[in-house]
């Protein structure tokens, strides 16, 4: 059974950072194509940022120079490192993992105050 765990949300005060966590059990996770999504409070759930089974990364223009995606594949751990933060950054961030089946998360909190 896929299990994905993230962590490391919390409050933080514009312009701080936070580094979130997916940890994974249940499949490698250096064989799938894994993203970050958000989703704020009324809104839709949008995509973040995406790592390939190669390592290639790609962003949303949002956040694009402030946040950076990465693997660990010794740890089978994908993190998210938010610099910059701002208040519109607040939402429940969500990791998704996609080989032949889709995971997600159950989701970290992250708040950003003003």
């Known amino acids: 059974q896929v299990q994905l765990v993230e962590s490391g949300g919390g409050l933080v005060q514009a312009g701080g950072s936070l580094r979130l966590f997916c940890a994974a059990s249940?499949?490698?996770?250096?064989?799938?194509?894994m993203k970050w999504y958000r989703q704020a409070p009324g809104k839709q759930r949008e995509w973040v940022a995406t790592i390939t089974r190669g390592g290639s990364t790609n962003y949303a223009d949002s956040v694009k120079g402030r946040f950076t995606i990465s693997r660990d594949n010794a740890k089978n751990t994908v993190y998210l490192q938010m610099n910059s933060l701002k208040p519109e950054d607040t939402a429940v961030y969500y990791c998704?993992?996609?080989?032949?089946?889709?995971?997600w998360g159950q989701g970290t909190q992250v708040s950003v105050s003003s």
């Open positions: 249940g499949t490698m996770l250096s064989n799938n194509v």
């Open positions: 998704h993992a996609f080989s032949s089946d889709c995971y």
